[in-house]
């Protein structure tokens, strides 16, 4: 998972999106960004517009994490965190990822083109957003979420199969894991919820 534009006029491919790196060092490729995956643009006005292209580089505010420009519309939109993988029932390579701007996305491993994705709750990046690590059988995506939710989503479709509150509200971050039949979640501050 990529971060936020550096740029205050525009973003690349490679922003705000979800890399595929060539490991195999036999191939010329080797090493390089073969794949991507593009999220939700991190601008909610677009960069077209002429007060950002003029101003967009020289107004803009540090939050001591990410320098945004509220003129471009900018609100800190990338994935906290790498995806999780797995296979599905076609023995297919996936991957999801929760992004600050609210939404899982859920993509084919071997193509990088989206399998579906739906939005969990409105941004809450301002307040760390999304960052939490999803866990799965396979089957199911357990994916801890704002505005302090554990889903379990059909890990073929994103349709919701049960949904529970969990503690720490705005949830800032943590990981999801699965044993034994039991999800387990931990936030940031090391609480443990079930």
């Known amino acids: 998972g990529t971060s936020n534009p550096e740029s205050k006029r525009g973003e690349s491919a490679y922003d705000d999106a979800i890399i595929k790196l060539d ?7 080797f090493g ?5 995956y593009k999220g939700t643009n991190d601008s909610i006005t677009g960069y077209d517009n002429p007060v950002c292209q003029t101003l967009g ?12 420009s509220p003129l ?6 990338d994935f906290g965190v790498g995806p999780t993988l797995w296979r599905n029932s076609k023995a297919r390579l996936m991957g999801a990822a929760t992004q600050k701007s609210g939404w899982i996305h859920a993509f084919y ?5 989206e399998a579906w994705s739906r939005q969990l709750f409105v941004t809450l990046s301002f307040l760390g957003g999304n960052i939490a690590r999803i866990a799965t059988d396979g089957k199911t995506l357990y994916v801890a979420a704002n505005p302090g939710v554990l889903y379990a989503l059909n890990a073929e479709t994103g349709a919701t199969i049960w949904m529970q509150p969990i503690p720490g509200v705005p949830m800032k971050g943590g990981t999801v894991a699965l044993a034994n039949g039991v999800v387990y979640y931990t936030n940031e501050t090391g609480a443990l919820g079930f």
């Open 23 to 29: 490991l195999d060092r036999h191939r010329a490729t």
């Open 32 to 36: 390089k960004i073969v794949a991507s």
């Open 57 to 68: 580089g020289t107004v803009w505010v540090n939050l001591g994490t990410y320098g945004s």
């Open 72 to 77: 471009c519309g900018q609100l800190d939109l």
């Open 109 to 113: 491993g071997d193509t990088m083109k």
